[in-house]
């Protein structure tokens, strides 16, 4: 079955079409929002049961010729989807010409703020990033997801046959958990040279300084964004600490879906420690679940907020989660660590040592990756050079980080 989709892949008929790339005196509302909007649209979708039909009023071929007259390339191509793994691994990827891009979307997952807590492993090593990242740490139970999807996606091969066959970018979006799970899937391809774009909305902080400062450096401006909408308060689940800091540029939604223009205003952080892109301690959880279209939609019916759909969605997981967990999280009240993160501080040093173990111990699971062929349209550091370009294997098996995983039906 892999290798007819590879060969179809290889053989698809897909026209590459450009994507209008920002000069030094484009508008950014224009531009940025646009680019910025389309990855929030699908992060949203992936809570769909079927993000083609969901998307099928969004992503139209008439939005395409309207963007690119010439193009002949369908509007959507679904590739795959992937998941769920044992630590909540999961989400789908799809071929968007009108975006120029071959996007790896990554699910969030009701209930993971109780389930796992802030245990750290060195992604560097997990990674195989070498001495460039050897102090690099990031959140176990995300880096056992994304070790576990790529292992069973045979190291993301359909998604790099797409990328060879249409000239399309490789993109990377996701929301809350699974913008978490994005974020270390951004940096170990982007630092392999092979994904240029990454976007995550609504998602707690994943990294220690040296590693976010490592990811910034491989997605400059708005190739590389933390999205924030209105007063989610998901993104300060997980303080600022030594352990933990954001990355990426920050990018701020707010609004009711009445700016005449573009439904949002929106501002730009370019520090992170700019409080307009942090998310609001004890803002309403229902700001999490909509980003510029409400949870499981995709835009086109569905724009801005709908509280009668995200009311419904947050019942529905909330049951789910409650038939076979019980949530053990107080969300912070204030800057500080919040109770079930200071709960789980005392095991933190015995869950690392198991997660660096789990991660060095896998050794024999990934394929090798044909050499990606996408024009950079990121910054990315001139340390990234040929070796970038090399693929390395990554382990087969990830156990013993954290806690069970109560995943949603």
């Known amino acids: 079955m892999r290798a007819s989709l590879l060969a179809a892949a290889a053989s698809a008929a897909l026209v590459r079409v450009a994507f209008a790339q920002d000069d030094a005196a484009a508008d950014v509302s224009s531009s940025q929002y646009w680019h910025e909007r389309y990855h929030g649209l699908l992060s949203m979708a992936a809570y769909s049961d079927d993000p083609t039909t969901t998307c099928a009023q969004t992503f139209t071929q008439e939005a395409l010729l309207q963007s690119f007259p010439d193009s002949t390339a369908l509007p959507w191509t679904f590739v795959r989807y992937w998941g769920p793994t044992e630590?909540?691994?999961?989400?789908?990827?799809?071929?968007?010409?009108?975006?120029?891009?071959?996007?790896?979307?990554?699910?969030?997952?009701?209930?993971?703020?109780?389930?796992?807590?802030?245990?750290?492993?060195?992604?560097?090593?997990?990674?195989?990033?070498?001495?460039?990242?050897?102090?690099?740490?990031?959140?176990?139970?995300?880096?056992?997801?994304?070790?576990?999807?790529?292992?069973?996606?045979?190291?993301?091969?359909?998604?790099?046959?797409?990328?060879?066959?249409?000239?399309?970018?490789?993109?990377?979006?996701?929301?809350?958990?699974?913008?978490?799970?994005?974020?270390?899937?951004?940096?170990?391809?982007?630092?392999?040279?092979?994904?240029?774009?990454?976007?995550?909305?609504?998602?707690?902080?994943?990294?220690?300084?040296?590693?976010?400062?490592?990811?910034?450096?491989?997605?400059?401006?708005?190739?590389?964004?933390?999205?924030?909408?209105?007063?989610?308060?998901?993104?300060?689940?997980?303080?600022?600490?030594?352990?933990?800091?954001?990355?990426?540029?920050?990018?701020?939604?707010?609004?009711?879906?009445?700016?005449?223009?573009?439904?949002?205003?929106?501002?730009?952080?370019?520090s992170t420690t700019d409080e307009r892109c942090l998310g609001t301690v004890g803002g309403p959880i229902t700001d999490h679940l909509s980003y510029y279209t409400p949870i499981t939609k995709c835009g086109n019916p569905y724009y801005f907020s709908n509280e009668t759909i995200e009311n419904e969605w947050l019942e529905q997981a909330q049951a789910t989660f409650e038939a076979t967990a019980t949530s053990t999280f107080v969300p912070p009240t204030t800057t500080g660590t919040p109770a079930s993160t200071a709960a789980s501080s005392a095991e933190t040093t015995a869950t690392d040592a198991t997660a660096t173990d789990a991660a060095q111990t896998a050794g024999d699971g990934a394929g090798t990756l044909a050499a990606a062929d996408a024009g950079a349209t990121g910054t990315a550091n001139a340390d990234n050079g040929a070796a970038a370009l090399a693929l390395t294997k990554v382990g087969a098996a990830v156990a013993g980080l954290v806690g069970a995983v109560a995943l949603l039906a």
């Open 87 to 270: 630590h909540g691994g999961e989400g789908f990827t799809v071929v968007i010409p009108e975006m120029d891009k071959v996007v790896m979307v990554f699910k969030g997952m009701y209930g993971w703020e109780s389930n796992f807590n802030t245990s750290t492993v060195n992604v560097g090593e997990a990674l195989a990033i070498g001495d460039r990242c050897a102090n690099c740490t990031a959140h176990a139970a995300a880096t056992a997801a994304y070790l576990e999807l790529k292992t069973a996606t045979n190291d993301w091969d359909l998604e790099a046959a797409y990328v060879q066959s249409t000239g399309a970018q490789w993109s990377i979006t996701g929301h809350g958990y699974g913008g978490m799970v994005a974020q270390v899937a951004s940096l170990d391809l982007g630092w392999r040279g092979l994904a240029h774009w990454t976007h995550n909305h609504g998602a707690a902080r994943v990294f220690n300084a040296p590693a976010a400062e490592l990811l910034n450096s491989l997605y400059g401006g708005e190739a590389g964004q933390r999205v924030v909408a209105n007063d989610d308060p998901v993104p300060t689940y997980i303080p600022e600490s030594e352990n933990y800091t954001m990355a990426l540029q920050g990018f701020h939604v707010y609004g009711d879906g009445t700016n005449a223009t573009y439904g949002y205003n929106f501002d730009v952080c370019e």
